[in-house]
């Protein structure tokens, strides 16, 4: 069933669960993480990238379309999909997403002073929740694994604890987006989360919090994030690295059994398609949500 993501947020805050929260990258993905997530009796939520301001027609026309693929899986689906946007960075896109049938938006100010964080998240809440959407912002900045030994002070992008509180309640959000150490893509460098952060933000807001940044961060941090208070972590680049090494592996027994690598173009995308299942179903029981549904 196709929901917003509220609903999914408040069950595994009451459950001390994580919803995981893969990003696609077109409708073949999506349908590979519905079937996880029914095969394990999970939620999901599925995540999709909007680049915002100077974004082509097709662009905007590839967002349309991918929702209306998405949405028959969605909709017959025997667990709770959530169709989200995933760090939108403009107004317009957040209220494109809104019209092409996102059931939640990401709203990504993250980088402005806390103030205009405050009020440009504030006027999309508005606007998403008169339309039933849910909305997630983020308070800190979650910044990239590549810069991660190259950054001399992590701790100044973090959240504030003392800034968390007043944040939810003047934006209005539905879930938040804490920086606690975690970085987007490979890092360069051990992960470092500050568990003690999480659980002083956790106590002064008793409220949904997400971890970005999910690939590489360890299986025994994800794992206790999960139990921490955070009801969604992001995940993208483990789901492509395990796509690729499955289809490597593919080739490479093609080849050492001297068969044509011209084969079949679905028999490879399969390869990948499974590869890319596998690793959502693996942080989908990694983060305590299977078997809620």
């Given amino acids: 069933m196709l929901v917003s993501a509220k609903e999914v947020w408040q069950d595994a805050k009451a459950h001390g669960y994580a919803v995981c929260a893969p990003n696609i990258l077109n409708a073949e993905t999506a349908q590979k993480c519905i079937e996880a997530a029914e095969e394990l009796k999970a939620p999901i939520i599925l995540d999709a990238g ?128 804490v920086a606690v150490g ?14 003690d952060r999480l659980e002083e933000i956790r106590k002064v807001t008793d409220f949904p919090l997400v971890i970005h940044g999910g690939s590489g961060s360890g299986d025994e941090n994800l794992a206790r994030l999960a139990r921490s208070g955070v009801v969604k972590i992001n995940i993208a680049n483990a789901l492509i690295w395990s796509a690729t090494e499955r289809f490597e592996a593919f080739m490479k027994k093609m080849m050492e059994e001297r068969k044509t690598t011209a084969g079949p173009w679905d028999m490879k995308q399969d390869q990948f398609l499974e590869g890319f299942k596998d690793a959502v179903k693996r942080h989908i029981e990694l983060f305590g949500s299977a078997n809620r549904c």
């Fill in 50 to 177: 909007y680049r915002g301001p100077g974004r082509s027609l097709a662009e905007t026309r590839h967002l349309y379309n991918l929702v209306r693929a998405i949405e028959p899986y969605a909709h017959a689906a025997r667990v709770p999909v959530v169709i989200q946007q995933d760090h939108g960075k403009s107004y317009e896109s957040a209220v494109s997403c809104i019209a092409a049938g996102f059931t939640s938006i990401m709203v990504d100010r993250s980088q402005l002073p806390f103030d205009d964080n405050v009020a440009q998240v504030a006027e999309l809440v508005k606007i998403a929740h008169a339309a039933g959407i849910s909305v997630e912002a983020e308070l800190g900045h979650v910044g990239f694994g590549k810069d991660y030994d190259k950054t001399s002070d992590w701790q100044a992008l973090m959240t504030d604890p003392k800034e968390a509180a007043d944040y939810v309640e003047k934006t209005g959000v539905d879930a938040l987006a």
């Fill in 182 to 195: 975690t970085a987007h893509g490979a890092y360069k460098g051990e992960p470092k989360i500050d568990f």
